[in-house]
């Protein structure tokens, strides 16, 4: 089993930056791969971006490239999102997703990981 909780989000203008951090516990000494989510009112979840155990792989949905960073930190069993540029449409609640094993061919679906965060709100205005 692994634990994840969320922490970061709140409310920005466009154009500006957060940075969200995700707190790993329980089975994480074994390889992991984690990544952040997020949901609009109104819309599926949909994938923002991953990295592997070692952080030498991440992926990034195309809306996100060049903008957002993700990044980990194994001694501290955490994981984080920068988010720069901020964006309206950026509005959502982003969850911190985990599954124990390598990155899969099936990275962009939700059903690919088994361990998921409460979610934390992330509000972009105009």
């Known amino acids: 089993q692994v634990q994840v909780v969320e922490s970061g989000g709140g409310l920005v203008q466009a154009g500006g930056s957060l940075r969200l951090s995700c707190a790993a516990s329980?089975?994480?000494?074994?390889?992991?791969?984690m990544g952040w989510f997020r949901q609009a009112t109104g819309k599926e979840r949909e994938f923002v971006a991953i990295i592997s155990w070692g952080g030498r792989s991440t992926y990034y949905a195309d809306s996100v490239k060049g903008r957002f960073t993700i990044s980990r930190d194994n001694t501290k069993n955490a994981v984080y999102l920068q988010m720069n540029s901020l964006k309206p449409e950026d509005t959502a609640v982003y969850y911190c997703?985990?599954?124990?094993?390598?990155?899969?061919?099936?990275?962009?679906?939700?059903?690919?990981?088994?361990?998921w965060g409460q979610g934390t709100q992330v509000t972009v205005s105009s």
């Open positions: 329980g089975r994480t000494s074994g390889s992991v791969t």
């Open positions: 997703a985990a599954r124990v094993g390598p990155i899969t061919t099936s990275y962009r679906s939700n059903t690919d990981y088994g361990y």
